[in-house]
C-alpha cells in the first residue's frame, strides 16, 4: 500500500509545504491505517476458515477479499483505488468488466490466486474440476469482451478537443498567475473551434470563482455558442442556500448552456478539512486553496451536449465505480475532469487514468479524460486508449468518440449482486467447513 499510493507523500510534501517528517509520518500513517483493512481480512480468513477444506478455503479467501475491497471502498468515505481488478484491464480476463464490474475482476484474480495453493494439496478430482472451472472463466474473457453491450448513438463520431495549459500548482493560485492562465486557455482553445464539437478544460481550469470571472468566462461561452461548440470546463462555483448562506462547488460546466454538475464525492484535506475546529490553521496542508468546498445533491441532471448526455466525475470521483455507473446508464458520454498536478511525477496521474479506463469498459460508454497537467485522454466504450497527452506537455488534445446508448449488466445493477455473492459464498464455506469440522468429531 505504502509503495502504491506514495503520491500522497507528494501532494503533503511539495504542496502542502509540510516538513519531510511530517510528510513522510502523514503519510504512512494514513497506509496503516488503509492497512487495516487487510488486517482485518488475515484475522477474519484465520477464525472463519481455519478448519475449511483446500477448495472451500480458497473460495473463502477470495470472497472475503472482494467484501473487504468493497468495505474500503466507502468507510469513512473511501478509498477505492488499487483495487486488485484495476491491474488486469488489459489481461483476458477484463472481458468480465461489463458484467462484474471491477471488483469481479479481483474476485477472479484473488481466487486464482488462492486456488495454486488449493489445487496444489487437494484431492485430484477436486482438482481437476476446480482448475476445469477457473481455466474456463479466463479463457470466457475475450469473448466476453466482443458483446456490444451499447450501440451507437448517432449518426456519426463527435469531434473531441481537450486543452492541457500545464501550470504548476505552485504558480496556479498566485495573483499575478491569473491573467497569463486565463491568456494560456484563450490562445490553446482557439485552435479547437472550427473543427470540434465539443471542447473541455479541466478542473477548476481558471483560479478562481465562475462569478468572479464571469465576464471572461461568459465570453468564452458566447463564443462557443458562435462556433456551435461546446465548452465544458471545471469551475468553482459560488451558490446561495435557502438559508442564505454562501457556499461554493467544485463543478462542471457547459459555459456554451449553463449546464452544472456539482462534485458530490469530496477528498479530505484537499476539499474540506475533517475535524476543521482542531486541525485547520495547524500546518498548511490543513489550509489548500480549495479546502473549502462543499459537496453537490445527490441526485443531480446530466450536462447536456445537443442531444447528447453527459455523466460527469470530477478528479477522485472516477474512481467511485457504482457512482459512475449509476450516471452512465442514462449518459451518452462519459467526462471526468481532474488536477493531477497535485500528483507530481508520481505514479498517482498513471493510476487515476488506469481507474478511467476501467470506468469506460464497466458502462460501455466512451470517455473523456482532460487534466490541467497530464494524463489527458480519450477512451473508448471498451477502455481502449483513443488519444492522449502525456503529462507535464502543454497544448490541445485531438480525436473522435462515439457516443452510445444502452447500459452493461455492471451498470444498471452496480456492485451489489457481486457483494451479495461474495456473501453467501463466505456463509456456504464457513458452513461446509463447520459441518467437516463436526463430521470429523463425530466419526472419532
Not at 456539482?262 to 485547520?280: A, C, D, I, M, T
Not at 465505480?321 to 446508464?329: H, L
Amino acid at each position: 500500500m505504502l509503495a502504491g499510493a506514495s503520491w500522497i507523500y507528494v501532494s503533503i510534501h511539495d504542496h502542502g509545504n509540510a516538513a519531510l517528517p511530517l510528510a513522510a509520518s502523514l503519510t504512512v500513517f494514513f497506509c496503516v491505517a488503509i492497512g487495516l483493512f487487510y488486517a482485518a481480512f488475515g484475522w477474519s480468513y484465520g477464525r472463519l476458515f481455519s478448519t475449511a477444506n483446500h477448495i472451500p478455503a480458497a473460495i473463502g479467501f477470495a470472497a472475503l477479499w472482494v467484501l473487504f475491497e468493497w468495505l474500503r471502498g466507502w468507510v469513512l468515505t473511501g478509498f477505492p483505488w488499487l483495487y486488485l481488478g484495476h491491474a488486469f484491464i488489459d489481461t483476458p480476463l477484463a472481458g468480465w468488466a461489463p458484467l462484474t464490474g471491477v471488483l469481479g475482476l479481483s474476485l477472479i484474480v484473488a481466487l486464482l490466486a488462492a486456488a495454486c495453493a488449493a489445487i496444489a494439496s487437494g484431492r485430484r478430482l477436486q482438482q481437476a474440476i476446480f482448475a476445469a472451472v477457473l481455466v474456463g472463466v479466463v479463457a470466457y474473457g475475450p469473448s466476453l469482451n466482443t458483446i456490444n453491450w451499447t450501440e451507437p448513438a448517432a449518426d456519426k463520431p463527435l469531434r473531441i478537443g481537450t486543452v492541457q495549459a500545464n501550470i504548476p500548482q505552485h504558480l496556479k493560485w498566485q495573483q499575478e498567475q491569473y491573467w497569463p492562465t486565463v491568456q494560456t486557455y484563450r490562445e490553446l482553445t482557439a485552435q479547437l473551434w472550427n473543427d470540434h464539437d465539443i471542447v473541455v478544460w479541466p478542473e477548476v481550469a481558471i483560479p478562481t470563482t465562475y462569478q468572479r470571472a464571469r465576464e471572461f468566462l461568459d465570453t468564452m461561452g458566447d463564443l462557443s455558442a458562435r462556433k456551435n461548440a461546446d465548452l465544458i470546463t471545471g469551475v468553482l462555483y459560488r451558490n446561495e442556500t435557502p438559508d442564505g448562506d454562501r457556499v461554493t462547488h467544485n463543478s462542471v460546466m457547459n459555459l456554451r448552456n449553463g449546464d452544472l454538475y456539482h462534485k458530490r464525492q469530496l477528498v479530505p484535506f484537499g476539499e474540506y478539512v475533517p475535524l476543521e475546529s482542531v486541525l485547520r490553521g495547524l500546518i498548511e496542508f490543513f489550509d489548500m486553496p480549495t479546502s473549502f468546498i462543499k459537496a453537490g445533491p445527490a441526485t443531480q441532471p446530466l450536462i447536456r451536449s445537443g442531444d447528447i448526455l453527459i455523466g460527469s466525475a470530477i478528479c477522485y470521483e472516477i474512481a467511485y465505480q457504482d457512482q459512475v455507473a449509476a450516471s452512465a446508464v442514462a449518459a451518452n458520454l462519459l467526462l471526468t475532469i481532474s488536477n493531477d498536478a497535485w500528483f507530481g511525477a508520481s505514479a498517482g496521474p498513471h493510476q487515476h487514468f488506469q481507474i478511467a479506463r476501467m470506468r469506460a469498459l464497466e458502462t460501455g460508454k466512451p470517455l473523456i479524460r482532460a487534466t490541467g497537467t497530464g494524463i489527458s485522454g480519450l477512451i473508448g466504450h471498451r477502455g481502449e486508449v483513443i488519444a492522449t497527452l502525456p503529462a507535464f506537455h502543454q497544448g490541445v488534445m485531438r480525436g473522435e468518440l462515439m457516443p452510445r446508448s444502452g447500459s452493461t449488466p455492471f451498470a444498471r445493477t452496480g456492485s451489489r449482486p457481486l457483494v451479495l455473492l461474495c456473501a453467501v459464498l463466505i456463509l456456504l464455506t464457513v458452513w461446509r467447513g463447520q459441518s467437516n469440522s463436526n463430521s470429523r468429531r463425530s466419526a472419532a
